[in-house]
C-alpha cells in the first residue's frame, strides 16, 4: 500500500471523529427551547390570610381627659362678724343636711331682740286702746296712725334681729363631708374668714372637654366610662349637660356628667381618663386597618374570588386601635384578603387561609 493511500484513510478517520463528537456534544435546541420556557413560567401564587366580612356591633367612642368635681360645695363663712363660741363637727365627719356646725356669739342681738319684744307689747296695747278711741272719735286718725306706724316699726326691728340671729349659727346646706377647719373656738371671724370645706361628693361630677365635630352626638343620653390613675377599675357615668356656646379659642364644647360614689373612692380634682360613647352601629362591617390601602384621593382592598386577588374601592368610617369600619363598598360574605396586600395587584394569583 502506497503512502498517499494511508494518508487519505488516516485523514477520512479524522474527519469522521470530529463530526461524530461534535454531534454528541452539541445540545438540542428544541431541548434548550423547552428548557428556557420551562424557568420563564408564571410565577407560583402569594400566600395570603384573609376574612370573611359580616355584620358586628360597632361602638364609636373617643378617649379624653376629664376632672372629677364634687357634686356641690362650699366654703363655711360667717355671714357676721363675732366670736366662735361653739364647732360642732370632727374634719372629715359625714353630716347630714340641716346639721348645726357652727355658733358665733349672740347675746347681744338676744338681749337687744329681748327689748324689742316688749317695746312690742307695749305699743300694741297702745295701738288697740287708741283704735277703741278713734271709733267714738276720742283721738284724731293722726294720733291712732302714729301709734300704728310704731307698731309696725318694732316688728320690723325684731324680723332684723331674729335675721341677725340665724346667721350667727352656721348649718349644713346639704348632706356632706367636712374638709379641714381653718378656724378655732374662741377666734373671731368676719364674712371673709374661711371656717371650714363642706362638699358632696355622692354623686361626684365629672367635667371634660369634646371637640366641636362631636357636638350632636353628645347629648343628656349620652354615657361614660373612665378609670382613675392607679386604679384598674372602671366607672360609669352618664352625661347632663353640655355647655352650648363653643370655646373660640380650643373649638371645644365643655360637657359634664354624675356618677355614683357611694364607697368614696373617687376624690375630686382627680384626672381620669374617660371613654365617651358617642353611637352604635349594629350592622357594621369592621376589618384590620392593615387590609385597607390608602391612596391619594381613594381607598381600596383586596377581594378574594376564583383564586385571584380584585381590587375593590372603599369608605371608610370608625378608626380604632386595630380596625376600621367599612362604610361602603363591601357586603357580608365578601373575602377580604388581610395580608400581603402591597404584593399584589388586580388577577394575581393567590393562596388564601381564611382567618376565623
Do not use: W
Not at 366580612?53 to 363655711?76: A, C, D, H, W
Not at 366662735?84 to 337687744?112: M, N, P, S, W
Not at 343620653?221 to 382613675?228: D, L, P, V
Amino acid at each position: 500500500m502506497s503512502l498517499n493511500t494511508i494518508n487519505i484513510k488516516t485523514l477520512f478517520c479524522t474527519v469522521s471523529i470530529c463530526i461524530l463528537f461534535s454531534q454528541c456534544s452539541s445540545p438540542d435546541k428544541k431541548a434548550v427551547k423547552k428548557g428556557d420556557k420551562g424557568a420563564q413560567g408564571p410565577p407560583p401564587p402569594t400566600l395570603v390570610n384573609g376574612v370573611v366580612t359580616k355584620y358586628e356591633r360597632l361602638e364609636n367612642k373617643i378617649e379624653i381627659i376629664g376632672t372629677i368635681l364634687p357634686n356641690e360645695k362650699v366654703e363655711l363663712r360667717s355671714e357676721v362678724s363675732g366670736r366662735i363660741t361653739g364647732i360642732f363637727f370632727k374634719e372629715g365627719q359625714h353630716i347630714k343636711k340641716g346639721t348645726l356646725l357652727v355658733k358665733i356669739y349672740d347675746q347681744e342681738l338676744r338681749a337687744q331682740l329681748k327689748r324689742v319684744r316688749t317695746q312690742q307689747q307695749l305699743a300694741k296695747i297702745d295701738e288697740e286702746r287708741k283704735r277703741k278711741l278713734i271709733e267714738i272719735k276720742g283721738i284724731s286718725q293722726q294720733e291712732y296712725d302714729i301709734a300704728k306706724n310704731q307698731t309696725e316699726l318694732l316688728n320690723a326691728d325684731a324680723e332684723l334681729i331674729e335675721a341677725q340671729l340665724r346667721k350667727s349659727s352656721i348649718y349644713a346646706p346639704f348632706d356632706g363631708v367636712i374638709g379641714l377647719r381653718y378656724s378655732s373656738e374662741g377666734e373671731s371671724v368676719s364674712p371673709t374668714t374661711p371656717i371650714a370645706s363642706f362638699q358632696q361628693i355622692d354623686p361626684i361630677r365629672i367635667e371634660f372637654d369634646i371637640p366641636e365635630k362631636y357636638n350632636d352626638l353628645v347629648g343628656t343620653e349620652s354615657t361614660i366610662n373612665f378609670t382613675e390613675s392607679g386604679n384598674p377599675k372602671v366607672y360609669k357615668g352618664s352625661v347632663y349637660a353640655v355647655e352650648q356656646m363653643i370655646d373660640a379659642a380650643t373649638g371645644t364644647l365643655k360637657v359634664r356628667a354624675r356618677s355614683s360614689n357611694k364607697d368614696m373612692s373617687l376624690k375630686p380634682g382627680s384626672f381620669i381618663k374617660i371613654d365617651l360613647l358617642l353611637n352604635t352601629d349594629e350592622k357594621a362591617i369592621i376589618l384590620p386597618s392593615e387590609s385597607v390601602i390608602p391612596g391619594s384621593k381613594s381607598q381600596k382592598v383586596f377581594l378574594y374570588k376564583n383564586g385571584i386577588s380584585i381590587s375593590k374601592e372603599v369608605e371608610t368610617g370608625v378608626r380604632q386601635e386595630q380596625t376600621l369600619q367599612i362604610t361602603s363598598g363591601l357586603q357580608p360574605n365578601d373575602t377580604v384578603i388581610t395580608s400581603g396586600t402591597m404584593q399584589l395587584k388586580d388577577s394575581s394569583r393567590v393562596n388564601i387561609k381564611i382567618i376565623k
